[in-house]
């Protein structure tokens, strides 16, 4: 039975992750600009919402001050309750899913009340951070012309960061954004007939 060679094992590592740090100091001196970012959350996985109130903790946490809009949902997200603080301003502005408010005119009010809240929010420059929860549904449901809101974000403050939540995220916005992700769906107990759990969905 052969013994492995632990010592060539350690070194090879050694040798990979000495090639590795100078290739990411590389990457790290190379990006010197600091700008505000336009971040898409997507798809139709879970944890688009919940990602992006990852980084309003964060952001709150550094003393930054952060508006958060939701757009679709009629009452504030549970973390506002845990997050409340003098910096952070929270716009639930929704009627609810739209299959239950069957009333098209009425959420497309809502949502010109939201978007006039967002253009507020990003006219501001002392907010840091504003959060367009479920706005990717809006523009979906065509409650908001997508060229227009496209518009809207490339007038927000240059330093500011803002995150935009919900599945089926128009290709424009995609195209305009600087951090995109993916949330892809594999499982869902859902679809195994477990019910949305408070705590976990909302």
Same mark, same amino acid.
């Given at each position: 039975?052969?013994?492995?060679?632990?010592?060539?094992?350690?070194?090879?590592?050694?040798?990979?992750?000495?090639?590795?740090?100078?290739?990411?100091?590389?990457?790290?001196?190379?990006?010197?600009?600091?700008?505000?970012?336009?971040?898409?959350?997507?798809?139709?996985?879970?944890?688009?919402?919940?990602?992006?109130?990852?980084?309003?903790?964060?952001?709150?946490?550094?003393?930054?001050?952060?508006?958060?809009?939701?757009?679709?949902?009629?009452?504030?997200?549970?973390?506002?309750?845990?997050?409340?603080?003098?910096?952070?301003?929270?716009?639930?502005?929704?009627?609810?899913?739209?299959?239950?408010?069957?009333?098209?005119?009425?959420? !497309?009010? *809502? +949502?010109? #009340?939201?978007? @006039?809240?967002?253009?507020?929010?990003? %006219?501001?420059?002392?907010? &840091?951070?504003?959060?367009?929860?479920?706005?990717? !549904?809006? *523009? +979906?449901? #065509?409650?908001? @012309?997508?060229?227009?809101?496209?518009? %809207?974000?490339?007038?927000? &403050?240059?330093?500011?960061?803002?995150?935009?939540?919900?599945?089926?995220?128009?290709?424009?916005?995609?195209?305009?954004?600087?951090?995109?992700?993916?949330?892809?769906?594999?499982?869902?107990?859902?679809?195994?007939?477990?019910?949305?759990?408070?705590?976990?969905?909302?």
């Amino acid at each position: 039975m052969n013994t492995p060679d632990i010592t060539d094992d350690e070194t090879n590592h050694r040798e990979n992750m000495d090639a590795l740090q100078a290739e990411m100091k590389k990457k790290m001196n190379a990006a010197q600009e600091k700008r505000g970012l336009l971040i898409v959350n997507t798809g139709d996985g879970k944890g688009k919402s919940t990602a992006a109130f990852g980084v309003l903790t964060r952001t709150l946490a550094y003393g930054g001050k952060a508006v958060v809009i939701q757009f679709i949902k009629q009452s504030p997200d549970a973390v506002e309750k845990v997050l409340r603080s003098d910096n952070l301003t929270w716009h639930a502005v929704g009627g609810g899913f739209t299959w239950d408010t069957k009333d098209k005119a009425a959420d !497309i009010a *809502l +949502c010109e #009340k939201g978007w @006039a809240l967002a253009e507020a929010a990003m %006219g501001d420059p002392d907010v &840091q951070l504003v959060v367009l929860d479920e706005l990717n !549904i809006v *523009l +979906c449901c #065509k409650y908001l @012309a997508t060229d227009r809101v496209l518009l %809207g974000l490339a007038k927000k &403050q240059a330093d500011q960061h803002v995150i935009v939540t919900g599945r089926d995220s128009p290709a424009g916005l995609i195209e305009m954004a600087d951090l995109v992700t993916e949330m892809k769906e594999v499982k869902h107990p859902f679809t195994q007939g477990v019910k949305a759990q408070r705590g976990i969905e909302f």
